[in-house]
């Protein structure tokens, strides 16, 4: 491995393994951080045109780190019912549908365990930052959340777990069309 390679990686290892602190901070822009962190990895080993075998089990392990913040920032000071509760399950969804693979090599776990927690948490916490007083008001508009925020998310764990293709690798060949 060449020296710019190494440094990228060390460069990669302290975003992701540092911008999850913020989350304790800023739960919406250190998750948004977290956000842009995991994407930040994917690009420069793209950009340096480096292909790591195993890299993305690092990658999930980087992601479980960082979505583990945000289930304490769920459990430690959501107080809203129906925020707190779907939050945390969906969290557990994620963490067993990652474990469970990493036993089994089965990808489809990640479309039945999709990680619409990060969506929601997302959601939740920029409605929080906006209005701190923000409370899921039933559980009809629950499910409209749930929809509205877990769509996209099927949608990308169809392109990276059933396609076998980096979102940005994707976006890029099929949406922007540059190779």
């Given at each position: 491995?060449?020296?710019?390679?190494?440094?990228?990686?060390?460069?990669?290892?302290?975003?992701?393994?540092?911008?999850?602190?913020?989350?304790?901070?800023?739960?919406?822009?250190?998750?948004?951080?977290?956000?842009?962190?995991?994407?930040?990895?994917?690009?420069?080993?793209?950009?340096?045109?480096?292909?790591?075998?195993?890299?993305?089990?690092?990658?999930?392990?980087?992601?479980?780190?960082?979505?583990?913040?945000?289930?304490?920032?769920?459990?430690?000071?959501?107080?809203?019912?129906?925020?707190?509760?779907?939050?945390?399950?969906?969290?557990?969804?994620?963490?067993?549908?990652?474990?469970?693979?990493?036993?089994?090599?089965?990808?489809?776990?990640?479309?039945?365990?999709?990680?619409?927690?990060?969506?929601?948490?997302?959601?939740?916490?920029?409605?929080?930052?906006?209005?701190?007083?923000?409370?899921?008001?039933?559980?009809?508009?629950?499910?409209?959340?749930?929809?509205?925020?877990?769509?996209?998310?099927?949608?990308?764990?169809?392109?990276?777990?059933?396609?076998?293709?980096?979102?940005?690798?994707?976006?890029?060949?099929?949406?922007?069309?540059w190779r």
């Open positions: 491995m060449g020296g710019e390679v190494v440094a990228a990686l060390l460069v990669i290892a302290a975003v992701r393994g540092l911008a999850p602190l913020l989350v304790l901070r800023w739960p919406f822009w250190g998750a948004l951080l977290c956000i842009a962190g995991d994407g930040f990895d994917t690009f420069m080993l793209d950009i340096l045109g480096v292909r790591l075998s195993r890299y993305h089990q690092v990658d999930k392990l980087f992601d479980t780190y960082y979505l583990s913040f945000e289930a304490w920032v769920v459990y430690h000071r959501w107080n809203d019912p129906l925020a707190h509760r779907p939050a945390l399950t969906l969290f557990a969804l994620r963490l067993s549908a990652t474990i469970t693979f990493e036993l089994t090599q089965i990808r489809q776990l990640f479309f039945v365990g999709a990680n619409i927690f990060e969506n929601f948490y997302i959601y939740v916490t920029g409605r929080l930052e906006i209005d701190a007083g923000y409370r899921i008001k039933d559980a009809r508009r629950l499910a409209l959340i749930l929809l509205f925020v877990g769509a996209p998310k099927i949608l990308q764990e169809y392109v990276m777990h059933y396609r076998e293709s980096q979102t940005w690798r994707f976006v890029r060949d099929h949406i922007l069309l």
